[in-house]
């Protein structure tokens, strides 16, 4: 009956065990792995535009086979995590219609334009950082197939976020010009980057759930918090300032305070009124139908070789 199969289930994430594609569970636990992982996707797969846009201008070869590599990683990133969906029984047709009509969201932080070279080391250090703060976490979850996806890639954003943060410290410490396009950048993409954690605990529709459910391991604000942490030390050691007049060491706590977020921009961006909202999903769309062809030669070699049809 069910209820054994419930109670073997809780057992399971009680005893820290991992969840399989062919296991019981719960029709809400699939469905919110479902609409997490798939949006996790869209994130990595739209997190692609506003780094494209500057391999073509980058400043020495170098940087633009980093900045190929690192593109070409988002893109493994979501493949990844599509096919991770796919094992709970989604379509990937389905999740991308989803995005594409925008019935499912993709990471807010997205939504911001990459104006000068340095918002690329920005990008780095400051979104790469926070992603990785929040997917460390997610290779504990109890779903092994989403677990096993984040532990590598883990690894590969590691190496995106120190490319970002040696980026900045090549232009912080170079002329004054380099130095304040590197000021600026962090100015744009510090507090989008804390919001990247989601709503504050007492705002977060999912998080009690999730938490039950050892999908996820830390509260938005923990980790938030945790980000904060780490970020102060490395932007004294790039010469750079954090835009928070707020932000200072509090030892009772063994944290830093910072000032308030503006979660109003936040509602905004989410609800399709960030900077650049309109372009990301204008630019997936076009990409999607100029695919198109490739995936039906795909789908028809797959299919002939399927049937032994010679090649
Ligand atoms: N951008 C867009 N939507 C967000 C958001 C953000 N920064 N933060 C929260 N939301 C949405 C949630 O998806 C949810 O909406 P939904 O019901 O339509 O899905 C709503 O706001 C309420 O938020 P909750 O905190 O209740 O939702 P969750 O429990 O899902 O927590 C989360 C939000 C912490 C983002 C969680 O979904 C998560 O950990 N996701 C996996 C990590 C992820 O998606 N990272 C993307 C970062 S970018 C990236 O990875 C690319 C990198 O390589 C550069």
Not at 99 to 108: A, D, I
Not at 164 to 176: D, F, I, K, R, V
Not at 200 to 229: G, T, Y
């Amino acid at each position: 009956a069910a209820s054994t199969y419930q109670a073997r289930f809780d057992a399971a994430v009680a005893a820290d065990e991992r969840i399989e594609p062919r296991d019981w569970m719960p029709d809400d636990y699939r469905a919110t792995l479902i609409r997490q992982m798939a949006q996790h996707a869209h994130s990595e797969i739209i997190g692609m535009q506003p780094e494209a846009n500057w391999i073509t201008r980058a400043p020495s070869l170098r940087r633009k086979a980093i900045l190929m590599a690192k593109v070409q990683d988002e893109a493994g990133h979501g493949l990844y995590l599509y096919s991770a969906t796919e094992t709970l029984g989604a379509s990937r047709d389905e999740l991308l219609d989803k995005l594409h009509s925008g019935r499912q969201k993709y990471s807010s932080i997205f939504n911001y334009p990459t104006l000068t070279w340095a918002d690329v080391g920005a990008i780095g250090w400051l979104v790469d950082g926070a992603a990785i703060t929040n997917q460390v976490p997610l290779c504990r979850c109890s779903y092994g197939p989403y677990a096993r996806a984040m532990v590598r890639v883990c690894k590969e954003e590691s190496f995106h976020q120190r490319q970002g943060y040696e980026l900045l410290l090549a232009l912080s410490q170079g002329t004054q010009a380099q130095h304040e396009m590197a000021q600026d950048a962090v100015n744009r993409w510090w507090w989008p980057s804390l919001m990247m954690f989601g709503p504050p605990d007492d705002a977060s529709a999912h998080s009690a759930q999730s938490m039950a459910w050892k999908i996820k391991r830390h509260s938005n604000d923990e980790l938030r918090q945790r980000f904060v942490d780490i970020c102060v030390p490395q932007a004294e050691a790039l010469g750079l300032t954090l835009p928070d007049p707020d932000l200072r060491w509090n030892e009772e706590r063994g944290h830093h305070d910072f000032g308030a977020i503006d979660w109003e921009e936040f509602r905004q961006v989410l609800k399709g009124n960030g900077p650049c909202n309109e372009q990301r999903i204008t630019q997936r769309r076009r990409a999607h139908e100029e695919g198109a062809w490739v995936r039906e030669a795909a789908a028809a070699y797959a299919a002939k070789s399927a049937s032994g049809g010679s090649g």
